[in-house]
């Protein structure tokens, strides 16, 4: 933990220091004269952040313990990454095709992700799944919402 | 050879008619012939909302098909007018919206470019009794009391709730000389409560404060018309500030929309003038049916539009 | 209080027994379905309501508002993944409960919890509404900025292991808090050209992103691990893991009693919400407990403490609405319209004007205190055996239904979008050991303070002088700095006290 620290206090510092030079000045105008700026608040919050992640790095520094496990395990990342696809996949079906592509490729697409094979349940669940919310919504509580 | 010509030119014909992508005539007669879907572009339980659902029950009577209200809240109704503009101009989408969507927020927000030609109109149904509001015991009962007692009371807190508010005052106080303080409040309910717990000595509202006639009273209507709520107080303008706007209700559709489905709803809001649950529930929310038709509402929108640039980017 | 009886009455011969009951048990279901919750059903039970007379209408929506809060624990303890943001604090002991076996435990006691902060609030609520109501009108944005000032010393402990992380993550809850147009110049704040962002990033999608989907793909990454965990836990073999025992229950009790305590205060003061009310209660708990660093290994309190407090808020929230017709919380806002849209108008004159409909109504939500028990603890055994379903059935569910919730916040995609962008932020945070807990609290929490910093330097007129006129604020601002103080010397004698062992063991 204390490299990933001192890594995440580099990385933190960075953002701050890009976010007040760049993103600030960008996306906030100054106000009028006479009230609190309405950069304030996010600029003092900014360099709040930029001393703590250099704190941060400091009280990293030094040799790590003799078994320092990474944060990440390879299979978060692999999740992170696979369900993200699922996900861009199904936003993009979503608005190419419809709410219900969108529902179905999600779920199957999840299952088959975690290692879920059978086809009944990668076929069956996403259209259980969607019938319910659909009986839910339209039937039971009576409102359309899309 | 024409008359196979003829005939695939008829079975193409038939084929675009019957597949519904001929718009405009054919389906407007029997307009309308599936559920509507009627947007809202604030949250459930505002002011809005509520006399929208209140017409959408009328509509949905009189057309004879369910209207589904469905909420869309973001940037004052910005984003679901915006939404709007890329709905099908078939008059199966509508947007219940206050018009200051259309005719105020272009020239108050950062990136709202509205026009009144961006939308076709179906008609009005309420008004927004805006104006000023004070404690019940304040010292003051119309607005030339109230300069009077500002003046003897600089640094007075107001409670301002949009950038309308803020404009008025200012206005007001550049004329006269006051010294005002602006207390930023988020929500109706909020300004309410400075009213009540007499935090502030004025605040502007956008007519819930008469649901409090114990604890609040107006003392100066910020439209063209006295309230019907409070009859006898003059409003700004007879005050001599020529900055009244009025803020409506209104039921807009995408540009294109064919004129007589927005006649078919106009006519069918009508029917909420003298429908009584519609009246029950306006008279318990203290909000006046004032009724536009089509037509009507397109002007209100266009002349609306045109003075309230004035007003409102006139001297800034 | 004669009026009572004629409301048990009424309420127990007609129809709104029912729909209250039925508005539990939705509320209940949707709680515990992680994304979807009381928000999403109440604004879509309202067209059901237009159809029902005032008292059904309104029993089923507060039976919603109920249900939902005590349904939330279910999924927190269960898969660690809050069913609304005013759980994710149960989950900190609720989960790792749940992990050594002691699923029922803890849902009883979430169960009982919810129900006792939900019942005395609401026994508040009847009988003290019209009093407090006019106190809550004292709190003015003065004393609110005081208030908030003092509550953020009580979650000074809860930044997990490392302080300046938990810092850091605050300072980063604040300043999403502030993207969206300034109250004051109605200038745009970090929006990037999104009008979708000019009203700021919402809280559920927000949450939803942060603490159920990014712990979903955590455990989608720990599938094996978890999996085996959970076949090797025989949930019965110890039948205390089942059963709350009597030293529990002395431990809890003044965790209830302070959640529901702070619980209340929280709903009557306007526009906090549900999960400030859970989040302090936690960390308030955590410090007057003899083992606060065992908070978050499974600490029994601290799920009663979670539970009770989120329950205590709506009921009491609903007190300025009942006194004088101002809604404190959306769901009180969209019960006023219920109210109207029945030709009722909400404040001091219901009281006067329809005496037997308030009786009515105050049945309804007590008897939905006890609905919310009985279907509770009926489902109890059925729930604890969610565990035993494989992680990946259940994990491709709860995403789907996290768009679900986070889309019905605003009918706009865009609200998946912000899910999505807050599931990196919460995966990166879970991961790198960055507190969530404080993350939210800064977001929550801050954007009130500096509008009622605000406000309060326009009402004072820009003088600090008139800060005299507000003593309860004053009172709020020492006992602030009285806390930080002593929590200091707490911690300087902590260190001492380490420091001495140090010593020793070096001898």
Known sequence: ?146 | ?316 | MDYLLIGIVDVFTGPSLLWVAAGVLLGYILGAIPGLGKATGVAVSIPLTFYLDPVSALGLLIGIAKGSGAGSAVSAILLNTPGEPSSAPTALDGYPLARQGKAQKALKMGLFASVIGDFLSTLVLIVLAAPLARYALLIGPVELCAILVFSLTFIGGLSGGSMIKGLIAACFGIFFATVGMETETFVPRLTFGFLQLSDGISLVPMAIGMLAVAEMIVQAGNLRELDAQAGRMKDGDDPDDRRITGAEWRRSAPAIARGTLIGSVVGILPGLGASVGSFLSYGATRRASKTPEKFGTGMIEGVAAAESADNAVVPSSLIPLFALGIPGSVIAAILIAAFILHGLTPGPRMFVEQPRMVADLYVAMLSASLIMLALGYAGQRVFAMIIRVPLRLIIPGVLLFCCVGAYMDTSNVFSIYIMLAFTVVGFLSRKLDFSFVTFLIGFVIAPKLELSFRQSLQLLNHDWANLARHPIAIVFFLAAIVTVLAVARKEAGHTAVTVDTEREERT
């Not at chain 2, 008059?91 to 990136?111: C, E, I, K, W």
């Not at chain 2, 509001?133 to 003046?151: N, Q």
């Not at chain 2, 300004?191 to 009540?196: E, H, K, P, S």
């Open chain 2, 1 to 316: 050879m024409t008359t196979r010509r003829n005939l695939i030119a008829a079975a193409a014909g038939l084929v675009l008619g019957a597949s519904g992508l001929l718009p405009g005539a054919a389906a407007a007669q029997d307009y309308p012939t599936r559920p509507i879907t009627m947007l809202v572009g604030y949250g459930a339980g505002g002011q809005t909302d509520l006399i929208a659902r209140a017409s959408a029950k009328v509509l949905a009577d009189q057309l004879g098909q369910p209207i589904n209200v469905v909420n869309k809240p973001g940037a004052g109704g910005a984003v679901a007018a915006n939404e709007l503009r890329n709905m099908a101009p078939d008059g199966y989408t509508m947007l219940f919206q206050s018009n200051a969507v259309v005719n105020a927020a272009p020239f108050l927000m950062d990136r709202v470019d509205f026009t009144p030609d961006d939308f076709e109109y179906a008609g009005m149904i309420t008004a927004y009794q805006t104006g000023m509001a004070a404690p019940k015991d304040a010292p003051y009962d119309d607005l030339p009391g109230f300069i009077a007692w500002a003046k003897e009371n600089p640094g007075f807190a107001y409670a301002a709730l949009s950038a309308e508010a803020r404009m008025y005052m200012d206005r007001i106080s550049e004329k006269e000389g006051l010294q005002a303080n602006a207390v930023p409040v988020q929500s109706g309910a909020e300004m309410v409560n400075t009213l009540i717990a007499k935090q502030v000595a004025v605040a502007f509202s956008g007519g819930i404060h008469y649901r409090y006639p114990d604890e609040i009273k107006t003392i100066a209507p910020t439209t063209t018309f006295r309230h019907p709520s409070a009859p006898d107080v003059p409003t700004i303008e007879e005050a001599g500030f020529p900055l009244a706007m009025d803020t409506r209700t209104v039921i807009m559709l995408p540009k294109g929309t064919p004129q007589d489905i927005l006649e078919r709803i106009s006519t069918a809001l009508k029917a909420a003038e003298t429908d009584p649950e519609f009246i029950k529930v306006t008279e318990a929310a203290d909000i006046p049916i004032m009724y536009y038709d089509a037509a009507a509402a397109k002007q209100e929108m266009h002349d609306t539009y045109a003075k309230n640039k004035a007003i409102l980017t006139g001297s800034d």
């Open chain 1, 1 to 146: 933990m204390k490299r990933a620290n001192a890594i995440s206090g580099i990385v933190l510092a960075v953002i701050a220091i890009l976010t007040l030079v760049v993103i600030i000045p960008w996306q906030i105008e100054t106000g009028p004269k006479g009230m609190m700026s309405p950069r304030l608040v996010p600029q003092i919050m900014m360099i709040a952040i930029l001393v703590l992640s250099i704190l941060l790095v400091i009280t990293n520094l030094g040799p790590a313990a003799p078994h320092d496990p990474p944060p990440f395990s390879r299979d978060e990342l692999r999740a992170l990454a696979l369900i993200g696809v699922v996900f861009a996949l199904s936003i993009a079906l979503y608005h190419w095709v419809g709410p219900l592509a969108f529902g179905v490729v999600l779920v199957a697409g999840s299952l088959l992700v975690l290692g879920e094979h059978r086809p009944w349940v990668v076929g069956g669940m996403p259209l259980i799944l969607m019938l319910s919310l659909w009986a839910l919504f339209y039937k039971v509580l009576g409102t359309a919402i899309l």
